[in-house]
T-cell receptor
Framework: GENVEQHPSTLSVQEGDSAVIKCTYS??????FPWYKQELGKGPQLIID?????GEKKDQRIAVTLNKTAKHFSLHITETQPEDSAVYFC???????FGTGTSLTVIP | NAGVMQNPRHLVRRRGQEARLRCSPM?????VYWYRQLPEEGLKFMVY????????ESGMPKERFSAEFPKEGPSILRIQQVVRGDSAAYFC?????????????FGPGTRLTVL
């Protein structure tokens, strides 16, 4: 089965700086990689996703990059704001396999 | 279009009681997934269902846990004879087609506390 590792587990950045979260996966057949944001007391919300036929996708301040050869993908948040503070999860393919989460804190 | 709905949002049970968690998928979605999240941990897959069918229950404990998604009505996750270790947040997600490449949309979760 798939194994998804996510780093770092916690991340603190100053408002306006960039944040990067990385995930690696083990199953070379994986071809869909979503990212979810979970705020306290709420369910995960999809923020961006990427499929294996592209290497990068961007949506305003959020971007995701995928390196299929190295089996890793990353979430990039630029110009961070306090409201970006949350737990972020990556997932691979069937979404049955989630990373362990990254708690992001943006310091005003 | 209403999102995924779960109820109750909070559920308190004493050890040995039964817990029933309900999930109504988004309109037009026929695939439902249940996940469990322990405090400070990630999401763990439990079961994947379509209407009247269990597709994958590899993540669900063999005893005391069961799930269904009837032809009419919400999906139900049932936990019999609850123990303290069952205390967690249980999330339901739904998608339009088979989940391997389709986006899953999550509900707000049910927080189960076992006393």
């Amino acid at each position: 089965g798939e194994n998804v590792e996510q780093h770092p587990s916690t991340l603190s950045v100053q408002e306006g700086d960039s944040a990067v979260i990385k995930c690696t996966y083990s199953d070379s057949a994986s071809n869909y990689f979503p990212w979810y944001k979970q705020e306290l007391g709420k369910g995960p919300q999809l923020i961006i996703d990427i499929r294996s036929n592209v290497g990068e996708k961007k949506d305003q301040r959020i971007a995701v990059t995928l390196n299929k050869t190295a089996k890793h993908f990353s979430l990039h948040i630029t110009e961070t704001q306090p409201e970006d503070s949350a737990v972020y999860f990556c997932a691979a393919t069937g979404q049955f396999y989630f990373g362990t989460g990254t708690s992001l804190t943006v310091i005003p | 279009n209403a999102g995924v709905m779960q109820n109750p949002r909070h559920l308190v049970r004493r050890r040995g009681q039964e817990a029933r968690l309900r999930c109504s998928p988004m309109k037009g979605h026929s695939h439902v997934y249940w996940y469990r999240q322990l405090p400070e941990e990630g999401l763990k897959f439990m079961v994947y269902l379509q209407k009247e069918n269990i597709i994958d229950e590899s993540g669900m404990p063999k005893e005391r846990f069961s799930a269904e998604f009837p032809k009419e009505g919400p999906s139900i996750l049932r936990i019999q004879q609850v123990v303290r270790g069952d205390s967690a947040a249980y999330f339901c997600a739904s998608s339009t087609t088979q989940g391997l490449t389709d986006t899953q949309y999550f509900g707000p979760g049910t927080r189960l506390t076992v006393l």
